[in-house]
């Protein structure tokens, strides 16, 4: 995927006050520090144009989102948007944004400071020398394990069927607990209660593509 450079982007979520600054000294109080609360911290990895995680955010004001994007071109939308919403007075006040590379997760969250991850249309990497890169991977998992709560959750939706069958394999290999698939969110009634659509889950789904999920845990 190629990413259009934009000019100032990263000094302009410098100066935002949505974009947390030096994570690492808020390792293990982000609630308190960042937050002001002690209410559960969901993170979204590769959070794009932040639409998923500002509509879970309205919609969910007892939780805490950070969404976590690594290039500060794309995260710069999402800034935009709470920026928008701001003037209108509409701007959650429970989501926070970190520009940052997700193999040091580790670094910037304690152990059991996070209750949710959600992996939203990840990059497949295709190439099989590349499957330690993606989010799903097993090298992936044991971050995630590094920072969730024992009662925490990942979930993970895809478009692409050789990742998601990738990904369900990587669970197996990991020892996690698979707790709910699909290979149809959409023609799930269950499942896809309450479900909150990323851009991407609306352009392939319009296109007729069927939309995978898993929840898992330990």
Request: hydrophobic share 35%.
């Amino acid at each position: 995927m190629r990413l259009r450079n934009i000019p100032g982007a990263e000094e302009a979520l410098e100066n935002s006050k949505y974009v947390i600054k030096q994570p690492e000294n808020d390792r293990g109080h982000f609630r308190e520090q960042i937050f002001g609360n002690e209410n559960p911290i969901h993170i979204e990895i590769g959070m794009g144009k932040g639409k998923f995680l500002l509509a879970m955010a309205q919609q969910n004001p007892a939780v805490n989102y950070i969404g976590i994007e690594l290039y500060s071109s794309v995260l710069l939308r999402a800034v935009q948007k709470m920026e928008e919403l701001e003037k209108e007075n509409k701007a959650p006040s429970n989501i926070r944004f970190l520009c940052i590379d997700a193999r040091k997760l580790g670094e910037i969250f304690a152990e059991e400071e996070i209750d949710r991850v959600y992996l939203n249309f990840s990059d497949p990497w295709p190439k099989d020398r590349h499957a330690k890169r993606r989010l799903e991977s097993r090298q992936f998992l044991a971050r995630y394990n590094q920072i969730l709560k024992k009662d925490g959750t990942i979930e993970f939706k895809t478009d692409n069927r050789a990742l998601f069958d990738f990904a369900l394999e990587e669970v197996e290999a990991a020892g996690w607990t698979l707790n709910e698939k699909t290979f149809d969110l959409h023609a799930d009634a269950r499942l896809n209660e309450g479900n909150v659509m990323t851009e991407y889950e609306e352009r392939f789904s319009a296109q007729g593509n069927p939309i995978c999920k898993y929840i898992i845990s330990r």
